[in-house]
Antibody, heavy 121, light 107 residues
């Protein structure tokens, strides 16, 4: 059964870089062209927001509002993909989720449990 | 950017009743709309994609309809576990995609 798990620091200081990893088990990121792998976030009390997506080939897509600060990368040997968000501020405080997005549905059908990241000094 | 507006913000119903949730897009998204359920402390769960297709394992009491700018999620007979927050998401300009602000379904 496919499982995703986010990991990384729960607190980041303003102006620093938020770094998270999503480890995938029960399936291989590199084995199928049928999926995208995505990062979302959800600020407290608000709806989810898309951050960006990664195709197994390494092609990435980012939300325009975050593009200048975001990098999503993949490590096929470790079967995980990562999020780096630079120059964070309090507005980046949120629960961060990684997810799988089937190309046929283009809607996230498997999610990690999420990890709360607080931006605070 | 396409804005999704969900209504009502809160819907108060009882188990066994029918729930109708609305999602309106600021411009046409064709049928590229999904619905998710989220319970406190949990990740969203995909219910419906492409307006009316149920995701794997989703009970038949959940159904979606609509196209263009107006969409509806219907829960035919509410079960106790259905009380949660529901979000719509559009992907008409994929890879960009946006979510609505949610409808809280409460007892």
């Amino acid at each position: 059964q496919l499982q995703l798990q986010e990991s990384g620091p729960g607190r980041v200081k303003p102006s620093e870089t938020l770094s998270l990893t999503c480890t995938v088990s029960g399936g291989s990121i590199s084995s199928s062209s049928s999926y995208y792998w995505a990062w979302f976030r959800q600020p407290p009390g608000k709806g989810p927001e898309w951050i960006g997506s990664l195709f197994y080939s390494g092609t990435t897509y980012y939300d325009p509002s975050l593009r200048s600060r975001v990098t999503i990368s993949v490590d096929m040997s470790e079967n995980h993909f990562s999020l780096n968000l630079r120059s964070v501020s309090a507005a980046d405080t949120a629960v961060y989720y990684c997810a799988r997005v089937p190309r046929v549905a283009v809607a996230a059908d498997h999610w990690g449990p999420g990890t709360l990241v607080t931006v605070s000094s | 950017e396409i804005v999704l507006t969900q209504s009502p913000a809160t819907l108060s119903l009882s188990p066994g009743e029918r729930a109708t949730l609305s999602c309106r897009a600021s411009q046409s998204v064709s049928r590229y709309l999904a619905w998710y359920q989220q319970k406190p402390g949990q990740a969203p769960r995909l219910l419906i994609y492409d307006a009316s297709n149920r995701a794997t394992g989703i009970p038949a009491r959940f159904s979606g309809s609509g196209s263009g700018t107006d969409f509806t999620l219907t829960i035919s007979r509410l079960e106790p576990e259905d009380f949660a927050v529901y979000y719509c998401q559009q992907r008409s300009n994929w890879p960009r995609n946006t979510f609505g602000q949610g409808t809280k379904l409460e007892i």
